[in-house]
């Protein structure tokens, strides 16, 4: 369980998804069962309270142990630097930005980027965390890797590990820059986004989602007519990563 402490009552907040609440003399203490959902809601009122009044237990950061991914991955904390021989280490960043690695949606992107050809490919990685999808695809043999995300504290944690990271939108690039497209974001984004898809992408580009559940996909896909889904696994809870392809014509389905 995960604990925020926030200035002022439940009601000042908002609506979401909490597993209880103590309401104490000026402060309410928030609990959530699911971290990325503490993390959110810490930083969405991080602006409407004094920083030093809100916290979240990262405890269970320090639980962190290395684990293989797929068949190239090895996803490991500070520290702990043997590495298992024919794997890649991936370094877990302790904080609030998403995509340490402990996630079944990062895993399941880092299973599938297996089965995409990166080599020489231009790279975007829209909503980047921490950098570590793009880190992935270096590794795999894209020729450039650029990530963006909105939150400030993730272009910066992807800088340090030495992705060419920016803060903001993917509006910034211009039409059909890219081969490989990477999305992890929630179901409800990627329906924003679907458009984006399209103009980032050149015409046979690849694209991989992750961030939704499976009773999401089908309205997900039906948001993307321009794709055809090639792949696809699901992993824990039923989080979906899916591959799919610019050029419906040519590609197969599953
Ligand atoms: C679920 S995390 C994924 C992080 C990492 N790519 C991974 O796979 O672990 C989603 C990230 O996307 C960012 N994000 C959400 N919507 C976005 C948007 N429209 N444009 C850019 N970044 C966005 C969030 O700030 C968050 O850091």
Redesign the pocket.
């Known amino acids: 369980m995960y604990m925020v402490r926030v200035s002022g009552l439940l009601e000042d907040f908002g609506e979401w998804p909490i597993d209880g609440a103590e309401e104490r003399p000026g402060e309410t203490w928030v609990y959530f069962s699911n971290r990325v959902v503490a993390g959110s809601f810490a930083k969405a009122h991080s602006s409407k309270t004094e920083r030093a009044r809100w916290e979240v237990n990262l405890a269970w950061q320090e639980e962190w142990v290395a684990k293989p991914v797929g068949a190239r991955w090895w996803i490991a904390p500070d520290g702990d630097d043997v590495v298992p021989e024919g794997r890649h280490r991936l370094g877990m960043r302790k904080g609030l930005?998403?995509?340490a690695g402990d996630?079944d949606?990062?895993c399941g992107?880092l299973e599938m980027m297996e089965r995409i050809d990166f080599s020489g490919k231009r790279v975007f990685?829209?909503?980047?965390?921490?950098g570590?999808?793009s880190e992935a695809a270096k590794v795999l043999g894209a020729a450039s890797a650029i990530a963006?995300?909105?939150?400030a504290d993730?272009a910066k944690m992807a800088h340090e590990r030495g992705v060419s990271a920016y803060q903001g939108?993917?509006f910034a690039m211009p039409d059909g820059r890219f081969e490989v497209l990477?999305v992890?974001?929630?179901g409800y984004?990627h329906l924003?986004?679907a458009p984006e898809y399209s103009r980032l992408l050149q015409g046979d580009g690849m694209l991989l989602l992750?961030?939704y559940y499976e009773w999401q996909a089908e309205r997900i896909e039906a948001a993307l007519p321009e794709f055809q889904k090639l792949d696809q696994i699901v992993r824990g809870d039923g989080w979906v990563a899916s591959i799919f392809s610019h050029a419906r014509a040519t590609a197969s389905s599953d």
């Open positions: 930005v998403f995509g996630h949606t990062t992107c990685d829209l909503g980047t965390g921490t570590i999808l963006c995300d909105l939150e993730a939108p993917s990477l992890n974001v929630p984004v924003d986004l992750s961030g």
